[in-house]
T-cell receptor, first 113, second 113 residues
């Protein structure tokens, strides 16, 4: 089925460890996004990419880096994980117009201990 | 400072009755509004949207109302069904690069059989 695929679905990290969250879409969308969801906070934008080769900071970028590897793939990297980064991470994509909204992946539940 | 606010964390409604979910925003640059529905362990899915040039948009059992002067929108679900039980997120965007969405904190709707 067409959509947004995120890996892994679950991950436990120790403080200071690094990891990369992977995201791929097969809808030929130009724009891709990384959000985190925390209780009572809704979804907050970490980084986004309006097109292949471009990335921009969102509301909460500190502690994260991203790579738009090609049109399909947009990865999120935690260089040195902290307990405050315990969250559910969602990747999404949209067409240029964005009128139809985003298509979200099923999420990665990350716990940093 | 939250630009999109959902002040009711939860709402319970009897099956067959109307569910009304509310959302307020502060940024007058927002010109497009969306509602997303989220089930546990899944990503949010697009439900319905409305442009700022309209004050109402209907899609089956779902209607979104926009009151620009009050910076308020609402989602009506009639009749409510047990399968509608989920977290509902209000989101807004302004025209520009990548049409970033700003989300509210969500309202947990429970439809009682």
């Amino acid at each position: 089925n067409a959509g947004v695929t995120q890996t892994p679905k679950f991950q436990v990290l120790k403080t200071g460890q690094s990891m990369t969250l992977q995201c791929a879409q097969d809808m030929n969308h130009n724009s891709m996004y990384w959000y985190r969801q925390d209780p009572g906070m809704g979804l907050r934008l970490i980084y986004y990419s309006a097109s292949e080769g471009t990335t921009d900071k969102g509301e909460v970028p500190n502690g994260y880096n991203v790579s738009r590897l090609n049109k399909r793939e947009f990865s999120l990297r935690l260089e040195s994980a902290a307990p405050s980064q315990t969250s559910v991470y969602f990747c999404a994509s949209s067409s240029d117009r964005g009128i139809g909204g985003y298509t979200f992946g099923s999420g990665t539940r990350l716990t940093v201990v | 400072d939250q630009q999109v606010k959902q002040n009711s964390p939860s709402l319970s409604v009897q099956e067959g009755r109307i569910s009304i979910l509310n959302c307020d925003y502060t940024n007058s640059m927002f010109d497009y509004f969306l509602w997303y529905k989220k089930y546990p362990a899944e990503g949010p899915t697009f439900l319905i949207s409305i442009s700022s040039i309209k004050d109402k948009n209907e899609d089956g059992r779902f209607t979104v109302f926009l009151n620009k002067s009050a910076k308020h929108l609402s989602l009506h679900i009639v009749p409510s069904q047990p399968g509608d039980s989920a977290v509902y997120f209000c989101a807004a965007s302004a025209s520009g690069s990548a049409r970033q969405l700003t989300f509210g904190s969500g309202t947990q709707l429970t439809v009682l059989p």
